[in-house]
């Protein structure tokens, strides 16, 4: 049977390539982005500047090694697709922090961007980092 167009478009069966891709690609948007959040705050505690939130009352030295953490090498791990599982678990950590502590009671526009990394990072978590990653690799072996 030949699908036209129109039932093409609106078609629901998954294409593995397609999610493979997809993910790609939400692997490096996600990661990538993340690390311009993380890049300031990698070199402020590599300056020693310990100036920093602390939301959860770890202390504002902690909390800015944790959100560097997460935010630099957990963000190159989700862009390179390796350990994609677990590197996403200190990123959802870290945004959801963002979105309902840090942000909790400002407008849905200042909370909006962690609120989408957090989302980002759940779907990651829930479907891993695909065929094309580090993680596929290792898993061939």
């Not at 090694?65 to 862009?79: G, H, K, R, T």
């Amino acid at each position: 049977m030949k699908l036209t167009a129109t039932k093409k478009l609106f078609q629901t069966k998954l294409n593995n390539t397609r999610v493979d891709l997809s993910l790609l690609i939400l692997r490096l948007a996600s990661g990538g982005f993340m690390l311009t959040h993380g890049w300031p705050k990698l070199q402020r505690l590599l300056a020693g500047e310990m100036k920093f939130g602390d939301p959860l009352g770890l202390g504002p030295e902690l909390s800015l090694i944790l959100a560097v953490f997460a935010e630099v090498f957990c963000a190159i791990l989700v862009v390179l697709g390796l350990g994609t599982r677990l590197a996403v678990i200190p990123l959802i950590v870290t945004m959801a922090v963002a979105a309902f502590i840090t942000h909790g009671a400002d407008s849905f526009a200042r909370k909006e961007l962690a609120l989408f990394y957090l989302v980002s990072y759940v779907i990651l978590l829930l479907m891993g980092s695909g065929k094309i990653s580090v993680d596929r690799l290792i898993a061939r072996r």
